[in-house]
């Protein structure tokens, strides 16, 4: 077996670095390597959709939108100093100690569940195709467990003729960053490095070490690191499922899950403590929507898994209750509208929110987009409002409140944005022209009484409490 430490005790201490792949996770730790590292080449594919980052990039400007608290200014530094160079030019890869792959892997399609690779095989088979003895090469990426020592350690190995633990240095670091906040969260969160073997891990960590801040380093192998950050989102997912599945318990029973939730989470310290989320209409973006499949993928893949043959996954199941959600918000729709007579096919349905988080203009896998399918499907007439989000695909928003309510047999609230906690029950009423249109709450933003008051018929997620007043006849 080759000694792989000597081979990088040869070749000396990381100076160079090479991110591929200029998106929200590879341009800020780009940036915060060039801080450490004599060089770092940040690596992008010249293509029509992202081509154009590499000139901003060069002349120090950050092609991320949104708000990146110190990420432009870093920039501008690593850039004047010389230290951060963008480039297309993937034979430059040879120049390098270290090179980290941060490429999407999303999935083909939500039915399939299938994650779609393509992308970051194509990154290794460039970084195999440059590759030198004693590199470290860290895939970053949210990738099945397993990932790291088959199909990646397989395409570097094919590509350069070399063998991933022995020749160079093998391992993963997972992203934890959140959009708005890339730079603190690479320097304060704990990182998770987990190489093919120990001199990849240690190699990994000297990579890393100089980058952070607050966080520490947690050492493991590189598949339970690929678990690790599947699981954390899966664990999440989890929490949530379990709130959403007590908030239906809850309005059979008839009783307000609020209520329940703080009597629970008044469990407090000594380690028995809680950990009580929020109920909603639907849980959407791009972590928690894939992460537990990758988590199954690669426990049934790896296997023999001893588990009860005739039991659903839990994680699985977590994903089927909070995917239930949106259908929930339909059938409250539905026998909220028929409390007045009305069917969705002679009904305007008012959506507000389109972005799967509050007070965001993401919209990746909204939950609100298949309620909106549903009705759309009975015939409702349909509009949505939305303050962060201006165009979403081919689906037509406004900004404008009033708009979106004016004639509305039902407003349905998805999204929990701050200005839909100051709707005025009467103002909406008079909107909509009737005296009791339907209001579906999904976030828990609105007060019941008032709007029940104003002649709302109303239904609140998780609101046994409310869910079945009189319709008042002021
Ligand atoms: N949601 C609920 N109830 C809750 C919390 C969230 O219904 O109590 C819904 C949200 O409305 C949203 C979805 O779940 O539709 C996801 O919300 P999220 O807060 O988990 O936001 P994400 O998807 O951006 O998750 C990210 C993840 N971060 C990374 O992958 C680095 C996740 O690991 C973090 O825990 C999460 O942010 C966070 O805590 O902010």
């Given at each position: 077996m080759k000694d792989l430490k000597k081979i990088l005790d040869n070749r000396g201490g990381i100076k160079k670095v090479g991110v591929i792949g200029m998106g929200y996770v590879g341009i800020p730790s780009a940036v915060l390597f060039a801080e450490h590292f004599d060089l770092?080449?940040?690596?992008?594919?010249?293509?029509?959709?992202?081509?154009?980052?590499?000139?901003?990039?060069?002349?120090?400007?950050?092609?991320?939108?949104?708000?990146?608290?110190?990420?432009e200014e870093l920039i501008k530094k690593v850039r004047k100093s010389e230290r951060f160079e963008a480039t297309s030019d993937f034979s430059r890869i040879t120049e390098v100690d270290a090179v980290t792959l941060a490429i999407q892997t999303p999935f083909k399609d939500n039915a399939s569940l299938?994650?779609?690779?393509?992308?970051?095989?194509?990154?290794?088979?460039?970084?195999?195709?440059?590759l030198k003895k004693g590199m470290l090469v860290v895939l970053e990426s949210t990738i099945?467990?397993?990932?790291?020592?088959?199909?990646?350690?397989d395409i570097l190995n094919k590509e350069s003729g070399l063998v991933a633990g022995e020749d160079f240095a093998l391992a993963h670091a997972p992203e934890r960053v959140m959009v708005g906040r890339l730079i603190r969260n690479i320097q304060e969160h704990d990182r998770i490095v987990g190489g093919i073997n120990d001199a990849s891990t240690l190699r990994a960590i000297e990579l890393y070490e100089p980058i952070l801040t607050k966080g520490?380093?947690?050492?493991?192998?590189?598949?339970?690191?690929?678990?690790t950050k599947t699981a954390e989102n899966t664990f999440r997912d989890l929490q949530i499922a379990a709130i959403n599945e007590l908030a239906l318990y809850c309005e059979a029973m008839r009783i307000n899950v609020y209520d329940v939730r703080d009597g629970i989470d008044s469990l407090k310290g000594e380690g028995i403590t809680r950990a009580v989320l929020y109920p909603g209409a639907g849980v959407g973006g791009h972590c928690l929507t894939k992460d537990t499949y990758h988590l199954e993928r690669g426990a049934r893949m790896a296997g023999p898994l001893d588990f009860p043959s005739n039991v659903e996954s839990l994680y699985v199941v977590a994903r089927k209750i909070n995917d239930f959600m949106p259908q929930h918000m339909y059938n409250l729709t539905v026998e909220a509208l028929s409390r007045s007579g009305k069917k969705l096919k002679d009904s305007k349905v008012a959506i507000l929110g389109w972005a799967f988080i509050n007070n965001s203009d993401d919209t990746r896998n909204t939950p609100s987009e298949p309620y909106y399918l549903k009705i759309m499907e009975q015939g409702a007439a349909v509009s949505i409002h939305d303050p962060y989000v201006s165009e979403s695909s081919a689906i037509k928003l406004t900004q404008d409140i009033e708009e979106a309510v004016k004639d509305a047999t039902a407003v349905v609230i998805f999204t929990g944005h701050k200005q839909y906690f100051e709707l005025n029950a009467g103002k909406i009423r008079k909107l909509t022209g009737l005296p009791h249109p339907v209001i579906i709450d999904g976030r828990n933003v609105i007060d019941p009484d008032a709007f029940i008051k104003e002649g709302f018929i109303y239904r609140g997620i998780g609101r046994g409490d409310k869910n079945n007043h009189e319709i008042s006849s002021s």
């Open positions: 770092v080449l940040g690596f992008q594919r010249d293509s029509p959709s992202s081509g154009y980052k590499i000139e901003m990039l060069n002349s120090g400007e950050s092609p991320l939108k949104g708000e990146e608290p110190g990420l299938e994650p779609d690779f393509s992308a970051l095989e194509e990154g290794l088979r460039q970084v195999g195709r440059y099945t467990p397993g990932t790291t020592t088959g199909l990646a350690t520490k380093i947690i050492a493991m192998d590189s598949t339970a690191a690929e678990a």
